[in-house]
């Protein structure tokens, strides 16, 4: 298992952690059995939301005995009524359900306290004023009842503007295939970097639409991350088949990421998504399903190499990755990895026959010429 650093929060965490949204309802061995499965093959971010007590009781008995083995999220908004999946914004009904979820999980703490499921500007208006939740979760850190705050949305604006605010450590943020294009992405994974947010990928498989047995996918704004987008394309032509290896690999290729919580409910599908780390070169090249994401954006490097073979023999997609790594901190780790390549950017002719290959119309040649300025 590879591990990241979770932003300014400093956790060593697993790069592909647990989404436990699809062990709600399943008998308590089989749910017991993922999570065991998750820790004793090295995972150690455990995301869990649901309010349901019941739920809660299997997540206590999964962890007990191991709960230092993990590091587990619990979040503030997430309850229940009428027995039924229900977000407030009431603290005190969120102050209940916090308690609540430790008592079930026989723990005193939380590694990340998120506020949860935030999108449309009013409702972060009123997570951020005095006496919402954000400063509650605040309140609990305070407390030692939770380490970090943690924020939930399934929108780039809402997501900039707390990120900006320097009131939260952790993001959780769809990123997915079909989101590479969506307006603003690449800024909200700059702005993560830049404030030292640890950014934890949700919707990896677009909440399993892209996983579907289908030619052509649907997928709604929040399965994305974009803001409501009126008359924006929900419909994608498939040219290329997507599996969960695809969807990973894409995934962790997003230097900005800290984690991943793809949701298994099996742990069949626990060894699915681990499976990038066995997988071939030609398993895990996503490039050709990306076009049929594209109707937002061209020029950028998803790191392909469909652009080789290059005169000059230069790594092109290598070289690209750690040039936008560099953009972000050029340290000495990154310096050693340039200098490691076998032909670097100075070597670049300008042929442009990389350019005339990409899929995605990005300028190799401009790339290669500020990787050389960069590492000089």
């Not at 020029?299 to 073979?309: A, I, K, Q, R, W």
Request: overall charge negative; charged content about 25%; hydrophobic content about 40%.
């Amino acid at each position: 298992m590879k591990h990241r650093t979770l932003g300014r929060a400093g956790l060593s965490v697993s790069e592909i952690g647990l989404g436990t949204e699809f062990l709600l309802g399943l008998p308590q061995d089989e749910a017991v059995a993922v999570i065991h499965a998750a820790l004793d093959r090295g995972i150690n971010y455990v995301d869990m939301f649901w309010g349901q007590p019941e739920f809660r009781d299997v997540m206590g008995a999964a962890f007990r005995g191991r709960r230092d083995e993990a590091f587990i999220t619990a979040h503030l908004g997430s309850t229940v009524r009428d027995g039924q999946y229900a977000i407030s914004r009431d603290p005190q009904v969120c102050t209940e359900f916090f308690e609540d979820y430790l008592t079930r999980m026989e723990t005193d703490y939380v590694d990340v306290l998120f506020v949860h499921n935030c999108n449309a500007p009013e409702d972060y208006e009123k997570a951020a004023a005095p006496g919402g939740l954000i400063e509650l979760a605040q309140s609990y850190v305070k407390e030692g009842k939770a380490r970090f705050v943690g924020f939930s949305t399934h929108n780039v604006v809402t997501a900039l503007r707390v990120i900006e605010s320097g009131a939260i450590d952790v993001l959780m943020f769809p990123v997915n295939l079909a989101s590479y294009a969506v307006p603003g992405k690449d800024q909200l994974l700059k702005a993560c970097a830049e404030h030292n947010v640890g950014l934890v990928a949700m919707k990896v498989y677009g909440g399993g639409s892209l996983l579907r047995d289908k030619r052509v996918v649907e997928l709604q704004d929040f399965q994305m991350g974009r803001q409501e987008m009126p008359g924006a394309p929900s419909h994608y032509e498939l040219t290329a088949e997507i599996t969960p290896v695809k969807c990973m690999a894409y995934v962790l290729d997003r230097p900005e990421l800290s984690t991943t919580v793809p949701g298994c409910k099996s742990v069949e599908e626990l060894e699915e998504a681990l499976a990038v780390y066995m997988a071939t070169d030609a398993e895990k090249d996503y490039a050709p399903i990306l076009p049929a994401f594209a109707q937002f954006a061209t020029g950028e490097c998803v790191y392909c190499n469909h652009c080789l073979p290059c005169p000059s023999n230069i790594d092109i997609g290598q070289t690209i990755s750690l040039l936008e790594q560099g953009r972000q901190e050029l340290t000495e780790e990154l310096r050693a990895s340039y200098a490691d390549l076998e032909h670097d950017a100075s070597e670049c002719i300008a042929c442009g026959q990389c350019t005339s290959r990409c899929p995605f119309g990005v300028n190799v040649v401009a790339k290669m010429e500020e990787a050389a300025v960069l590492s000089a």
